[in-house]
């Protein structure tokens, strides 16, 4: 065989090998939370994005303003909550108005709607801010794959309820 040969075949097997090698995985330690809004810490685990340095950042917004919280792995998006607070007679329905999505799937009686990389609820709450009586919260795995979309129907529901006992909001 030539050095030529050698040399290709050699290239060949590294990058195959460096292709199939076995990812670092996550590094960092997960949270039982998305910004101090508790959430079930196995479901986060497999959502959240392989790396080295988990950052969550609420962008200091007080909870009752409508709060953001972006899971930073390395620097990057990997799983985002936001909150949105709307008036009186918004609905499930009406979040999707101007959101183009597809395949949205309701559960839990219409309470809740999830797409492929997202899950979403809209909750009254009268009396809490004075940017609303009902509030919009939604959770997107960023980098989404086909199994997003159930492990966010399984993280939703018990986050949603968290987010609303923070909240104060009336039952």
Same mark, same amino acid.
């Given at each position: 065989m030539s050095l030529k040969k050698l040399a290709t075949a050699t290239a060949v097997a590294v990058a195959v090998t460096a292709c199939n090698a076995p990812s670092d995985g996550i590094a960092y330690t997960v949270? %039982?939370?998305?910004?101090?809004?508790?959430? %079930?810490?196995?479901?986060?685990?497999t959502l959240l994005d392989e790396g080295?340095?988990?950052?969550?950042?609420?962008?200091?917004? !007080?909870?009752?303003?409508?709060?953001f919280c972006h899971m930073y792995v390395d620097g990057n998006d990997s799983v985002v909550s936001d909150a949105d607070w709307e008036? &009186?007679? /918004?609905?499930?329905? !009406?979040?999707?108005?101007? /959101? !183009?999505?597809?395949g949205i799937r309701y559960f839990g009686d219409g309470?809740?709607? &999830?797409? &492929?990389?997202?899950v979403v609820t809209v909750m009254p709450c009268p009396g809490v801010s004075d940017k609303g009586d009902v509030i919009a919260v939604d959770v997107k795995d960023i980098q989404w794959n086909d199994k997003s979309q159930p492990l966010l129907e399984k993280l939703g529901p018990p986050y949603f309820e968290a987010y609303k006992k923070r909240l104060g909001c009336p039952s």
């Open positions: 949270p %039982d939370n998305i910004c101090q809004i508790p959430a %079930d810490k196995e479901i986060l685990e080295k340095r988990l950052k969550q950042d609420d962008g200091g917004d !007080d909870i009752t303003e409508g709060k008036k &009186s007679g /918004y609905t499930l329905r !009406d979040y999707f108005e101007f /959101y !183009d999505v597809k309470k809740y709607a &999830s797409w &492929s990389y997202g």
